[in-house]
C-alpha cells in the first residue's frame, strides 16, 4: 500500500491481543469513538451467545441543551418495546442504544427521539474487535476558514451533519479543521467542500483515509510541453487511474491502483520515463496544513495593509490637515453639493467598507442565511450603520443645509482595527499548534535505501523520499541522521537518542534486533535497519494522529462558552438598540444637557455612537477561543513530555483525581521478574524439577512464566538472559532440552495446567491447589511465606497430584515509586494498589513504596468493581497499568493511564498514554491538567469580565460621571484585541516544565 501520511490521523486503529514490550509494537490510538463498557458481551451484528441476537448502534441526537433533555430521550428510547440498554451523551449529542433487531428495527428508534422533540440520525456503525467497519466509509479532514467564533463551528457543524450521507462530522475552531465521515456511495468530497462555501466558509480537501490517492510537487515543468510530456507519461504507467496537474503550482494529484502499482514504483516510474527532466517529491498533508496557516495570516495581513494604507489619509484630512492653511483651503473647496474633504472621506472609506472589508459581509449574510450569528454579524451591523448614517448625513446638508456631523473615520478605523486583531490573532494560534508541527519535522525528509540483489547480497544504495519507505525496505542510517521509519537493527550498533519521541533523555543502546522508533536520532555507529511500520502504523505517525484527535475534541467546560455564543450576538444586539432608544429618549425630555452633545450633532447622532460602540466591542470571539486554545496547547506540550492525552474530556477530568489506583505488576514494579529461589520438596533433582516446569511454561505469555524459564535455561546452559523474550521462548521449543506438552490452559489469577508425559502438571497460587485437592505441608506453607513477606512471589509446582517444589520470583520496584506515590499524597491524592497477587506479597511492595491502602488477590474483573465502589460518592478515580488484564480497570476508571511500554489493549483503553513507562509522568499528568484547567478558568474570567465591563463602558453607563465617551473605532480595538489577548493567556501553558523527583516532594494539595 502506498505509505504515505495522508491518512494519519484518519485510519482507525484497534489493539492486538498479543502482549508487548517493546515501544515498536505499541498501538496508541483506539477507534474513533472509544466504547465506554469494555465488558460488553454484544458482538455487533448478531453472532453466538445468550446475548448475541442484541445490536448496538449510536444515534446522533440534535437539540439537547441540558440533563433535562438527555433524560428525555433516554426515556422516549427506553420506553421502546425491543430496546434493551440506553445511555445518552448530552455533550457528544449521541446516544447508544442497545435493542433487539427481532422486535425493533433502527427507524423506529429515530422516529422515538424525533417524537420526543429532538432530531435524530443513526451514526456509523462502531467500529469492530478486527478494526473493520460494517459499512464501507470514508473519513476525510477539510480545511475551513473563515471562522470566527463558537457559533460559525455550531453553524458548519450543523450544515455538514444534514448533508445526505455524513455519518459524523467535527469541527474545532482553534486548528480550522473538520473531520467528517461520509459514505462515497452517496456523497464525494467536492460535495461536502461545496456545501462548506455555500455556508460562507473556505474549504478544502487535505487529507482522506484512502490509500491509493498521492500527491506530489514536481520540479523541471518550464512550459506547456513540459506538462505535456508530464501527462503523456501518466497515461501510459499501468495502475493509474486519473491524476490533476496543477502546472502553476507544480502539484501532481494522482490516483492509483495499489494491487497494480506501489507508490514508489509510481514515483520512479515518472522519474525513469522523463529520464531526469522531472523530480518529484512527496508532500505531507502537514506540509500542506502549515502552508494553509501561513497562507491565511498573509492574507490577513495584506487587507491590514490595505486598509492601514486607506485610512492614513483619513487621519490626516481629519486631524493634521486642518491646521494647515493650504490643505485646509483645500478641503473646505465646495465642489457641487459638498466639500472636497467630504468627496475624499466618501471614497477613500467606500473603498474600505467594501473592498476591503467586504469579507465581513459576505460572511454575516452567510451566518444569517443559515441561521446563526457571529462576530462578522456585530462589525458588518457597526461599521454599515457609521457608514450609512454619515451618507446620510451628507446628503441631509446637502438638501436642507444643515450639516450634521459625519463618521467615516470611525467606519474606517473600526475596520482596520478588527483586521490588525484578526491578523495577530491568526499569528497567535498558530503558535498554539507549534508542538504539533515540531513533531512532524522529526521525520526525515529523505532515507537511504539498500539496495540487495540475489540471495540477499547488498548491491547498492540510493536515497528515496521517506514517505515512499515501504515495510521490508532496508535502511541505512548514517551517524547524526535521523531513523526514517520504525523497524528493527539488522547490523551495526549506536545509541540511539529517543527523548523527542518518548520524553525519555538518556540515550538507548541498539544492537542486531533491537527496535528503533522513526524520529529518532542515530548518535554515533552507523546502522543498517529493516522498516516494519511506515505511514499510519508509525508510533511517531500515531502520537501526531493522537494528538491530532485530541485537539479537536471538546473538553466539557466548553459547553459553557457554546451555550454563550448562541445567544451571544442577539443580547448584545438587544442591548445595543436599549441604549439607542435610552439615549435618545433622555435627550427628547431633558434628562441630560445639549453641551454633552457634538458639535452641531442631534440627540439621535449622539445616541448611535453609543449604540455603535456597544455592537462592536462586545466580543464573542474570545470566549470560543479560550478552552480549543488552551487543550491544544497543552495536548502538545504534553506529548512534548512524553505524555499522551487522547482528548479534552481526560484532559478536564484529571485535574479532580482523588484516588489512584495502581496496578503493582510492570507499573508499581519494573516488570522484569527473576527467579531468586527454586527449590523441590520431593525425590526429583533441582535440574529435573526445573525442566519440568519450564516445559509447562514455556507456552504462557505471562511475565513470571517467562522468567521461569529463563531461569530453567541459565541453569542448564549457563546462558545470559536474553532481552528479545520471544525469540528466547522460540529457542527454547527448538533446542530439543523442553519436555512435550499439551492440553495446556492458562487460568487468570492463579497459574497454568498442562499435561507434561500425559500426567498432569499445575504451577501457580495457593488457589489452584485448593481447588484440584493438592495437600500443601506446613514446612512448605512456611518457605512460601517467608518468600511473600520479602515481596517475592511464591510460585507452588505439583505433579501428578503431589506437590514437587515451590520457586520464588521478585520483581524489581521502580527506582521513583516511593517518591511518586509520596508526591501524590502531598498533592492531596490518595494512592491504592489493586493487585492479583497474594496478600503477603502485595503488603510488602506497598510498605516499601509507602502505600496504605491495598486490594490483593483481585481477579482482573475485580479491579473494575473496586473503582466502581470508589466511584459511588461522586469521587474522580484514576487507573494506572499496563497489562491486558488491566484493560477494564482502565476503560472503568475516570482517567485511565496506560504504561507507554505496555499492551496494545492496555492502551487502547487509556485515556493518558505514558510513553516513558515512568511512573514521575502520573504527577506530570495530574499537574498538567490542574494548570490548563486553571488557564481555562482563568481565559473564561478575563473573556467574561472584558464583556461585563465593557459594553457598559460603551453604552455610555458612565458618562454622565467621567464625561468620557468610547468612539466606535476604539470599540473595535478593543474588540480586536480581546480575542488576541486569550489565545496569549494559552500560550503561556508552551512554558510549561514536568516536575523533575527533586521538586515533585514540594507539592501541596490545591
Not at 484578526?422 to 499569528?427: A, D, M, P, T
Request: hydrophobic share 45%.
Amino acid at each position: 500500500m502506498a505509505p504515505s501520511r495522508r491518512d494519519l490521523q484518519l485510519t482507525p486503529v484497534t489493539g492486538d491481543s498479543s502482549s508487548s514490550s517493546d515501544m515498536e509494537e505499541v498501538r496508541l490510538l483506539d477507534s474513533y469513538d472509544d466504547e465506554e463498557d469494555v465488558l460488553s458481551k454484544i458482538e455487533e451484528g448478531g453472532g453466538g451467545g445468550n446475548d448475541s441476537g442484541l445490536r448496538k448502534i449510536q444515534v446522533g441526537v440534535t437539540g439537547m441543551t441540558c440533563a433535562a433533555c438527555s433524560n428525555s430521550v433516554e426515556g422516549a428510547l427506553m420506553s421502546v418495546n425491543g430496546v434493551f440498554k440506553a445511555s445518552v451523551a448530552l455533550l457528544q449529542n449521541r446516544a447508544d442504544v442497545v435493542f433487539d433487531p427481532n422486535l425493533v428495527k433502527e427507524e423506529d428508534i429515530k422516529e422515538a427521539i424525533e417524537d420526543a422533540g429532538f432530531e435524530a440520525e443513526i451514526l456509523a456503525e462502531p467500529v469492530t474487535s478486527t478494526g473493520t467497519k460494517t459499512q464501507a466509509t470514508l473519513v476525510g479532514q477539510f480545511t475551513i476558514g473563515g471562522m470566527t467564533c463558537a457559533a460559525c463551528v455550531n453553524s458548519v457543524e450543523g450544515i455538514l451533519r444534514d448533508l445526505p450521507g455524513v455519518k459524523r462530522a467535527v469541527v474545532a475552531l482553534a486548528t480550522s479543521l473538520g473531520e467528517v465521515e461520509y459514505d462515497p456511495n452517496v456523497i464525494n468530497k467536492d460535495e461536502i467542500v461545496t456545501a462548506i462555501e455555500d455556508a460562507g466558509f473556505e474549504g478544502a480537501l487535505v487529507q482522506s483515509n484512502q490509500q491509493d490517492k498521492l500527491v506530489l510537487r514536481v520540479e523541471g515543468i518550464l512550459n506547456e510541453l513540459d506538462a505535456q510530456v508530464l501527462e503523456g507519461i501518466l497515461t501510459r504507467l499501468n495502475g493509474v487511474r486519473q491524476f490533476r496537474l496543477d502546472r502553476i503550482s507544480g502539484e501532481l494529484e494522482v490516483v492509483f491502483d495499489p494491487e497494480v502499482v506501489s507508490s514508489r514504483s509510481l514515483v520512479d516510474g515518472i522519474e525513469g520515463d522523463g529520464y531526469g527532466k522531472f523530480k518529484l517529491r512527496v508532500m505531507s498533508p502537514y506540509e500542506r496544513l502549515t502552508s494553509k496557516d501561513t497562507g491565511e495570516a498573509s492574507n490577513m495581513f495584506r487587507r491590514f495593509i490595505s486598509s492601514l494604507v486607506l485610512s492614513i489619509p483619513l487621519f490626516f484630512i481629519q486631524v493634521i490637515c486642518p491646521h494647515i492653511a493650504l490643505f485646509d483651503a483645500l478641503l473646505v473647496w465646495r465642489c457641487g453639493p459638498f466639500m472636497m474633504g467630504d468627496w475624499l472621506k466618501w471614497a477613500l472609506v467606500s473603498v474600505i467598507q467594501f473592498v476591503v472589508g467586504k469579507r465581513f459581509y459576505v460572511a454575516a449574510w452567510r451566518a444569517l442565511r443559515n441561521g446563526s450569528t457571529n462576530m462578522d454579524v456585530l462589525v458588518a451591523l457597526g461599521t454599515s450603520a457609521s457608514y450609512f448614517y454619515s451618507v446620510g448625513a451628507l446628503l441631509y446638508g446637502a438638501v436642507t443645509g444643515f450639516w450634521s456631523p459625519t463618521y467615516f473615520d470611525a467606519s474606517a478605523m473600526l475596520i482596520t482595527f478588527v483586521l490588525l486583531g484578526k491578523y495577530l490573532e491568526s499569528l497567535a494560534k498558530g503558535k498554539t499548534s507549534d508542538a504539533m508541527k515540531k513533531l512532524v519535522q522529526l521525520t526525515p525528509a529523505t532515507a537511504i535505501l539498500l539496495i540487495e540483489g540475489k540471495g540477499g547480497k547488498l548491491v547498492g544504495e540510493r536515497e528515496i523520499d521517506a514517505l515512499l519507505i515501504q515495510p521490508g525496505d532496508t535502511l541505512k542510517v548514517h551517524p547524526g541522521s535521523k531513523i526514517p521509519a520504525d523497524g528493527v537493527v539488522v547490523w551495526g550498533s549506536s545509541y540511539v537518542n529517543e527523548s523527542m519521541v518518548t520524553g525519555e533523555s538518556v540515550p538507548v543502546s541498539k544492537e542486531v534486533d533491537s527496535p528503533v522508533i522513526g524520529g529518532t536520532i542515530n548518535m554515533h555507529g552507523a546502522l543498517h535497519m529493516k522498516a516494519t511500520k511506515v505511514g499510519s502504523d508509525a508510533v511517531l505517525s500515531q502520537i501526531i494522529s493522537l494528538v491530532e484527535t485530541a485537539q479537536m475534541s471538546k473538553a466539557p467546560i466548553q459547553k459553557f462558552a457554546d451555550y454563550v455564543a448562541s445567544i451571544f450576538v442577539p443580547v448584545v444586539i438587544t442591548l445595543a438598540l436599549f441604549t439607542l432608544i435610552g439615549w435618545s429618549i433622555g435627550g427628547a425630555v431633558g434628562a441630560y444637557p445639549d453641551e454633552w452633545l457634538p458639535k452641531n450633532g442631534t440627540h439621535f447622532v449622539f445616541s448611535l455612537m453609543f449604540s455603535i460602540s456597544v455592537v462592536v466591542i462586545a466580543c464573542p470571539c474570545a470566549l470560543g477561543l479560550a478552552t480549543p486554545t488552551a487543550v491544544m496547547v497543552a495536548t502538545g506540550v504534553g506529548a512534548t513530555n512524553g505524555v499522551l492525552i487522547k482528548g479534552g474530556d481526560a484532559l478536564e477530568k484529571a485535574h479532580k483525581v482523588k484516588y489512584v489506583i495502581f496496578d503493582k505488576t510492570g507499573t508499581l514494579t519494573q516488570g522484569k521478574a527473576t527467579v531468586t529461589t527454586a527449590k523441590a520438596f520431593s525425590e526429583m533433582d533441582r535440574g529435573e524439577f526445573l525442566t519440568l516446569v519450564a516445559s509447562a511454561e514455556a507456552s504462557s505469555e505471562h511475565p513470571l512464566a517467562k522468567a521461569i524459564v529463563a531461569y530453567a535455561r541459565h541453569f542448564h546452559f549457563f546462558d545470559e538472559p536474553t532481552e528479545d523474550v520471544e525469540t528466547s521462548n522460540k529457542d527454547l521449543q527448538n533446542s530439543g532440552w523442553l519436555l512435550n506438552t499439551s492440553n495446556f490452559s492458562a487460568l487468570p489469577g492463579k497459574g497454568i495446567q498442562c499435561l507434561v508425559n500425559e500426567k498432569i502438571i499445575l504451577v501457580g497460587n495457593r488457589k489452584l491447589m485448593s481447588e484440584n485437592a493438592i495437600t500443601i505441608p506446613d514446612h512448605v506453607e512456611k518457605f512460601v511465606e517467608d518468600l511473600e513477606e520479602n515481596a517475592k512471589t511464591g510460585v507452588i509446582v505439583a505433579y501428578n497430584g503431589e506437590l514437587i517444589g515451590v520457586l520464588g520470583i521478585a520483581d524489581p520496584l521502580k527506582r521513583e515509586a516511593a517518591v511518586v506515590v509520596e508526591g501524590l499524597l502531598r498533592m492531596g491524592v490518595r494512592p491504592i494498589m489493586v493487585t492479583g497477587d497474594n496478600w503477603r506479597t502485595a503488603r510488602a511492595v506497598a510498605k516499601e513504596v509507602g502505600i496504605e491502602d491495598v486490594r490483593a488477590e483481585v481477579m482482573p474483573a475485580g479491579k473494575a468493581e473496586v473503582i466502581r465502589s470508589l466511584q459511588k460518592d461522586g469521587s474522580t478515580v484514576a487507573m494506572v497499568g499496563d497489562g491486558i488484564n488491566d484493560s477494564p480497570a482502565l476503560a472503568a476508571a475516570d482517567v485511565g493511564m496506560a504504561i507507554g511500554a505496555g499492551t496494545d489493549v492496555a492502551i487502547e483503553a487509556a485515556d493518558y498514554v505514558l510513553m516513558r513507562n515512568n511512573l514521575e509522568d502520573v504527577i506530570t499528568a495530574i499537574d498538567l491538567s490542574r494548570k490548563t484547567l486553571t488557564r481555562i478558568k482563568l481565559n473564561y474570567v478575563f473573556a467574561m469580565a472584558y464583556n461585563v465591563v465593557s459594553i457598559p463602558v460603551a453604552a455610555g453607563v458612565f458618562f454622565p460621571v467621567l464625561r468620557v465617551q468610547m468612539p466606535p473605532w476604539a470599540a473595535g480595538a478593543c474588540m480586536a484585541l480581546s480575542s488576541v489577548s486569550v489565545v496569549c493567556s494559552s500560550l503561556l501553558l508552551r512554558r510549561y516544565k514536568k516536575p523533575r523527583l527533586t521538586t515533585i516532594l514540594e507539592f501541596t494539595k490545591e
